[in-house]
T-cell receptor
Framework: KQEVTQIPAALSVPEGENLVLNCSFT??????LQWFRQDPGKGLTSLLL?????REQTSGRLNASLDKSSGRSTLYIAASQPGDSATYLC????????????FGKGTKLTVNP | DTAVSQTPKYLVTQMGNDKSIKCEQN?????MYWYKQDSKKFLKIMFS???????INETVPNRFSPKSPDKAHLNLHINSLELGDSAVYFC??????????FGPGTRLLVL
């Protein structure tokens, strides 16, 4: 049974810092991995999708890496801004092209001005 | 343009009632999902439909019955609501295993 863990559960940083959010998963036989952001009282917004054959994906100030063999992914946020404050969720898609995503519990990020 | 929409946004009801939540997507996706986010913010899949066919059915009480009249709609009907059903329910859609797009959520409170 796939389990996804995100560390830390909460993170507070000053504006401008570069930061890394961590995600680990127990079963390395994954199809893909997605990073989402969730703002309070809102739905989820997809940030990056990494296919199992890829090592990383970049979008603007965000870079996500994937190491399948070690069961880890990181989300790197460069030059953080107060608008980046949100909960970041990692979700793993099962191998075989299953549409089922297994989510971590998220990292709540606060960027202080 | 709203990609994935859900109604209602808020739902407050008494224990034992039956209620429905509706979801519509205008992205042309084949696959739709229902997720439940509990009070600890843990998000877990409940159901998934592909082209109106049920493909994922997690261990969910049979009081919950999804219905997909067409591939753009996936509704969730809940019978005999219980206190533990209080949560935020998210609808999502995707084109098979590609990026999933989420709706804004329906906040259900059972009193």
């Amino acid at each position: 049974k796939q389990e996804v863990t995100q560390i830390p559960a909460a993170l507070s940083v000053p504006e401008g810092e570069n930061l890394v959010l961590n995600c680990s998963f127990t079963d390395s036989a994954i199809y893909n991995l997605q990073w989402f952001r969730q703002d309070p009282g809102k739905g989820l917004t997809s940030l990056l999708l990494i296919q199992s054959s890829q090592r990383e994906q970049t979008s603007g100030r965000l870079n996500a890496s994937l190491d399948k063999s070690s069961g880890r992914s990181t989300l790197y946020i460069a030059a953080s801004q107060p608008g980046d404050s949100a909960t970041y969720l990692c979700a793993v898609g099962a191998q075989g092209g299953s549409e089922k995503l297994v989510f971590g519990k998220g990292t709540k990020l606060t960027v202080n001005p | 343009d709203t990609a994935v929409s859900q109604t209602p946004k808020y739902l407050v009801t008494q224990m034992g009632n039956d209620k429905s939540i509706k979801c519509e997507q205008n992205l042309g996706h084949d696959t739709m999902y229902w997720y439940k986010q509990d009070s600890k913010k843990f998000l877990k899949i409940m159901f998934s439909y592909n082209n109106k066919e049920l493909i994922i059915n997690e261990t969910v009480p049979n009081r919950f019955s999804p219905k997909s009249p067409d591939k753009a709609h996936l509704n969730l009907h809940i019978n005999s609501l219980e206190l533990g059903d209080s949560a935020v329910y998210f609808c999502a859609s995707s084109q098979l295993s590609a990026t999933q797009y989420f709706g804004p959520g329906t906040r259900l409170l059972v009193l």
